[in-house]
């Protein structure tokens, strides 16, 4: 492979990147749309924000189906990122709306 | 909304948000699968691994086309994680291989 090959199949796969990220992103936004309506389902129904074995699920529905190349930690560690994410965006909504933060909130 | 409802709903969406995290998942694989091919190639090619400028084009690639409800920063912080975990598996790969690892190496 000559350099100018090289330099051709990098722009190449980084433009797949590319195009991966923006569905990536897509769907992040997409989550974050359906927390926001638990999390406004739970508020309207009195019912407890945080429920720690629901995030176990989560952990568990990603680990359980992948197929690699990702590490399972390294997925975890990813998931837990975006879980803690969408986690503050609710306590920022809902200080925001006049209500205070409830400690070790957790909605996924 | 009677607390059956709302138990019923929450249901629903939780199951949409494990449908979502599967898309991800799937997703956050092939893009390591493309970020191992560039790996290779540099290797092949002895081109430099580390090129801090395409990290920032990554950030600013999904910072410019969110359109929320996910804060900028946020999405940086998740996409932060993303590039470290694909930028941990090459480093592993290549130990792996009986190479040295390059400090500061990122590739994304």
Redesign the interface.
């Known amino acids: 492979?000559t350099?100018e090959?090289?330099?051709e199949?990098?722009a190449a796969?980084?433009r797949?990147?590319?195009a991966?990220?923006?569905?990536?992103?897509e769907?992040?936004?997409?989550?974050?749309?359906?927390?926001?309506?638990?999390g406004k389902?739970?508020q309207?129904?009195q019912?407890p924000i945080y429920e720690p074995r629901?995030e176990e699920?989560?952990f568990r529905?990603?680990t359980q189906?992948?197929?690699?190349?990702?590490?399972p930690d390294?997925?975890k560690?990813?998931?837990e990122?975006?879980i803690d994410?969408m986690r503050?965006?609710q306590r920022m909504r809902r200080d925001g709306a006049g209500r205070g933060t409830e400690q070790g909130e957790k909605q996924?």
Chains 1, 2 share one sequence.
């Open positions: 492979m350099r090959e090289a330099l199949a990098l796969h980084r797949e990147v590319d991966i990220d923006l569905e990536l992103l769907l992040l936004n997409r989550r974050t749309r359906v927390v926001e309506s638990i389902i739970k309207a129904a019912l629901r699920d989560v529905n990603v189906h992948n197929a690699g190349p990702l590490a390294a997925l560690r990813i998931f990122r975006i994410e503050t965006l996924c």
